[in-house]
């Protein structure tokens, strides 16, 4: 089933469950699909704005080019996805315990977001943008980060000798969060 340029609004997916389709150009609006399943469905170019999507099944979902704002992400297996021209963009979300293993995330946009206790372990994160993101616990090892920009983000611990950092963005206000595993003191 394809669906293309429609609009919801404000639908409880518990008690009016969503078809199992190809949505392109569809938008989103406050809708609830927490503990639902997915699972095997398709967005492309999609926005997701003010929806709750805690719990959620994502098994061979596709996300292609989709946008979510405003949303609440807690505890979604994003590396259970479908992997093919995976590509999203989060803007002022609550992102915690989520799993991005081994995702590629090239050129993402974390923006505004509170991003605390997910894991990114061995995920290609270069030239993505964490502005104003909160990583509180949020665990990057082994990964790519060369030209990602941390200037803005706040909380985050990153070992430089277990990822790839060259040319990644930091301002002098944040760089605690590389140094830590050093066991060095920084003082203003």
Known sequence: MYIEDKTYKSIKASQQPFEKAEYEYCTFINCDFSETSLAGFKFLECEFEGCNLSNI???????????????????????????????????????????????????????????????????????????????????????????????????FAINPELNKLKGAKFSKNNLEGLVSYLKLKLES
């Not at 590509?87 to 995702?103: A, R």
């Not at 050129?107 to 991003?115: D, P, S, V």
């Open 57 to 155: 099944s994502l098994t061979d979902t596709a996300f292609k080019q989709v946008n979510f704002a405003d949303c609440k992400l807690l505890g979604l297996p994003f590396d259970k996805c479908d992997l093919f021209n995976l590509e999203m963009s989060f803007s002022h979300c609550i992102l915690s315990h989520c799993s991005f293993y081994k995702l590629n995330l090239k050129k993402g946009f974390f923006t505004g977001c509170k991003l605390t206790m997910s894991d990114f372990s061995e995920a290609n994160l270069s030239s993505a943008q964490f502005d104003t993101t909160d990583l509180t616990g949020t665990i990057f090892e082994q990964c790519n980060l060369e030209g990602a920009d941390f200037r803005t983000a706040t909380n």
